[in-house]
């Protein structure tokens, strides 16, 4: 079972940065493939980037590619989401799952078992 908690989000003007962070329980971070979830109000929930169990493989959706990156600590059981040049238009409650991975190298689409609660990213124009 693994826990998982976000943070950082905010209230942030157009062309700013936040980074959020997703903390996770338990001793097998490493295990695990994450990922980064999006869902503005109205909308489903949507995946932005996705990291691989080392961090050595990344995918981001169009939308935040060249503005957003992910990364992880997995020494510090942490993973980020560094976003920067911010638009409205990204303004949604932001969302840290996982999921187990027996590959190292991969990222994944889909699959993802466990979520964090959720933290709200708002963006003035």
């Known amino acids: 079972q693994v826990q998982l908690v976000e943070s950082g989000g905010g209230l942030v003007q157009t062309g700013g940065s936040l980074r959020l962070s997703c903390a996770a329980s338990g001793r097998t971070f490493s295990s695990y493939a994450m990922a980064w979830f999006r869902q503005a109000p109205g909308k489903g929930r949507d995946l932005i980037a996705a990291?691989?169990?080392?961090?050595?493989?990344?995918y981001y959706t169009d939308s935040v590619k060249g503005r957003f990156t992910i990364s992880r600590d997995n020494g510090k059981n942490t993973m980020y989401l560094q976003m920067n040049s911010l638009k409205p238009e990204d303004t949604a409650v932001y969302y840290c799952?996982?999921?187990?991975?027996?590959?190292?190298?991969?990222?994944?689409?889909?699959?993802?078992?466990?979520w964090g609660q959720g933290t709200q990213v708002t963006v003035s124009s």
């Open positions: 799952a996982s999921r187990r991975a027996s590959t190292t190298a991969g990222y994944f689409l889909s699959g993802y078992d466990y």
């Open positions: 990291v691989s169990r080392l961090g050595t493989n990344t």
